[in-house]
């Protein structure tokens, strides 16, 4: 089953508002979680790097006052689209990393968020 | 519920052909894609199937069988810089993505 969720799987919101996307790690504790951008058919864009208790690293190119990451607890990051236009319309994508036994780490990727901004 | 299946962990030599299975049970269908991610870095495009058949681009080919809900990576010519993880994950009927746990392919010399 799954073990990072995604809330809201779609979303529809209009040009100049916010849009909030929740990431969860459902039965382990992350404290690394990605947040990526993919068009289709194309390669995932790494947008940032969230760590828990501090700030994203973010990629060149991301806007980091448009993309803004939360990393609030061991099991949540939220991705905030900021002031969104047509063109922030995307599949955003969220992964979690886990620390397996024998401290190798293990990323398990979300369902993905449908934005579409009119 | 949703269930993607591939081999954990597979080794293969260089100059060799490898082929990295996939099953899935999802609630739809709507494309199953294959990534190819190197440790710490983004995973990449490698295909999109959504008819049954085979796919070629260049080394690595991929095969659909939407009856039996099955996939398959096929590469050939093996290099050491295919040493990666491969994904498998299906776009459901809510156009979410199922993801498979990856399976990391070791190449040896």
């Known amino acids: 089953g799954a073990v990072v969720s995604q809330h809201p799987s779609w979303v529809i919101c209009k040009s100049g508002t916010s849009v909030k996307i929740e990431c969860r790690s459902l039965?382990?504790?992350?404290?690394?979680m990605f947040w990526y951008r993919q068009f289709p058919k194309q390669s995932l864009m790494l947008m940032a790097t969230?760590?828990?208790?501090?700030?994203?690293?973010?990629e060149q190119g991301v806007e980091k006052d448009k993309f803004l990451i939360n990393h609030a607890s061991l099991t949540l990051s939220t991705l905030t689209v900021t002031s969104a236009h047509p063109e922030d319309s995307s599949f955003y994508i969220c992964?979690?990393?886990?620390?397996?036994?024998?401290?190798?780490?293990?990323?398990?990727f979300g369902p993905g968020t449908r934005l579409t901004v009119l | 519920g949703q269930n993607i299946d591939q081999p954990t962990e597979m080794t293969a030599t260089e100059g060799a052909i490898v082929q990295i299975n996939c099953t899935y049970q999802?609630?739809?269908?709507?494309?199953l894609f294959w990534y190819q991610q190197h440790a710490g870095e983004a995973p990449t495009f490698l295909s999109y199937?959504?008819l049954d058949g085979l796919e070629e681009k260049g080394r690595f080919s991929s095969f659909l069988s939407r009856s039996k809900g099955y996939s398959y990576l096929l590469l050939k010519e093996l290099q050491m810089k295919d040493s990666a993880s491969y994904l498998c994950?299906?776009?459901?009927?809510?156009?979410?993505?199922?993801w498979g746990a990856g399976t990391k392919l070791i190449i040896k010399p």
């Open positions: 992964s979690a990393k886990r620390r397996l036994a024998g401290a190798t780490d293990t990323q398990y």
């Open positions: 039965d382990f504790q992350a404290t690394t």
């Open positions: 969230s760590n828990e208790g501090s700030k994203a690293t973010y």
């Open positions: 999802t609630s739809g269908f709507n494309g």
């Open positions: 199937n959504v």
């Open positions: 994950a299906v776009l459901d009927s809510n156009y979410q993505l199922i």
